[in-house]
């Protein structure tokens, strides 16, 4: 079984601009979760989607949106780009019906914005 | 609202010897709590969970944690290091969200394991 995909795995953009970001969650899988990483604050929970619908967000401005597709792919946008920004960007996917499930990271976006 | 702490940005420890990461959390009903670790330059991956039962908890590569709710801790244990230990680890509870009535899964900030040869 193939395992979350992410892609770019790398970006690098300028301030003010716009970026999507793509994930592939492991077949079957109908949750896709969103964290942004970086040093100082760790991972920040950004939103879940499950079957097309947005379950949860977290404490980011609506520059941050998201969405998900009927084949449960996932893709996250960021508009008018902040040096802030700058982070990798990990996507994590679970079948999203039980509170014990463990979640299925992708190996990350890096963003870099200059 | 649910929490989690990881007094320690990072850890160093001889190989050999054994070795624990501290998490504390802070949740509104009962913990749903998992340990990931994440390797340079890839996502996180998972070791263990604790939902219910025994305190002692067994996980990949060795690994194992001890659930303590008097203390509201679920400290990672090694009973002996390696090297390739070394890593970023993660703690993370899973909580109902009073908004959204859904779960979502927070993380700690991490602690730093590096494991001297």
């Known amino acids: 079984k193939a395992g979350v995909t992410q892609t770019p795995r790398y970006l690098i953009k300028t301030r003010g601009q716009q970026v999507t970001l793509s994930c592939s969650p492991i077949?079957?899988?109908?949750?896709v979760s969103w964290y942004q990483q970086t040093p100082g604050q760790g991972l920040q929970f950004l939103f879940e989607?499950?079957?097309?619908?947005?379950?949860n967000k977290g404490n980011f401005p609506g520059r941050f949106s998201g969405r998900q597709f009927s084949n449960s792919r996932s893709e996250m946008n960021v508009s008018t780009l902040e040096l802030g920004d700058s982070a990798l960007y990990l996507c994590a996917s679970s079948a999203g019906t039980g509170r014990s499930e463990k979640l299925f990271f992708g190996s990350g976006t890096q963003l870099s914005v200059l | 609202a649910q929490s989690v702490a990881q007094p320690e940005d990072q850890v160093n420890v001889a190989e050999g010897n054994p070795l624990t990461v501290k998490c504390t959390y802070s949740?509104?009903?009962?913990?749903?709590l998992f340990w990931y670790v994440q390797y340079p330059n890839r996502g996180l991956q998972f070791l263990l969970k604790y939902i219910t039962g025994d305190n002692l908890v067994k996980g990949s590569y060795g690994f194992e944690a001890e659930f303590n709710k008097s203390q509201t801790s679920f400290h990672l244990k090694k009973p002996s290091a390696l090297v390739s230990d070394s890593a970023l680890y993660f703690c993370?509870?899973?909580?109902?969200?009073?908004?959204?009535?859904?779960?979502?899964?927070?993380f700690g900030p991490g602690t730093s394991l590096s494991v001297i040869p």
């Open positions: 993370a509870v899973r909580d109902l969200s009073i908004q959204t009535s859904y779960d979502k899964v927070i």
């Open positions: 989607y499950f079957s097309e619908t947005q379950r």
């Open positions: 949740v509104s009903g009962n913990p749903y």
């Open positions: 077949s079957g899988h109908r949750s």
